[in-house]
């Protein structure tokens, strides 16, 4: 049985640092692609960020270039979402996600999703 489970979220004030962890389990890590969204209330869940089995490729959302980092280890069986410079409207419930293949950008993309951590950035 595939799990991912996200940690490290919480309440920050804007400019501040936050590093989310996603910890997968049941599936042979390497062979998935992993990514980040969020989905603020009332909106829909977005693409943040994703990187590819290697590590080697990494891919952002526009609003989150510059200021978020997107890494994995493959021994750990974890990936990570570095973000700093945060902004209120980053404000949102994070979710890592996994697909075998490449990695993708919409939510359909994925079969595999953890239950979320709450980021709160306050102004």
């Known amino acids: 049985q595939i799990q991912l489970v996200e940690s490290g979220g919480g309440l920050v004030q804007a400019g501040g640092s936050l590093r989310l962890s996603c910890a997968a389990s049941g599936l042979t890590f390497s062979n998935y692609a992993m990514g980040w969204f969020r989905q603020a209330p009332g909106k829909e869940r977005e693409f943040v960020a994703g990187v590819s089995r290697t590590g080697g490729s990494t891919y952002y959302a526009d609003s989150v270039k510059g200021r978020y980092t997107i890494s994995r280890d493959n021994a750990k069986n974890t990936v990570y979402l570095q973000m700093n410079s945060l902004k209120p409207e980053d404000t949102a419930v994070y979710y890592c996600?996994?697909?075998?293949?490449?990695?993708?950008?919409?939510?359909?993309?994925?079969?595999?999703w953890g239950q979320g951590t709450q980021v709160t950035v306050s102004s």
């Open positions: 996600a996994g697909r075998t293949g490449v990695v993708g950008t919409r939510t359909n993309d994925y079969g595999y």
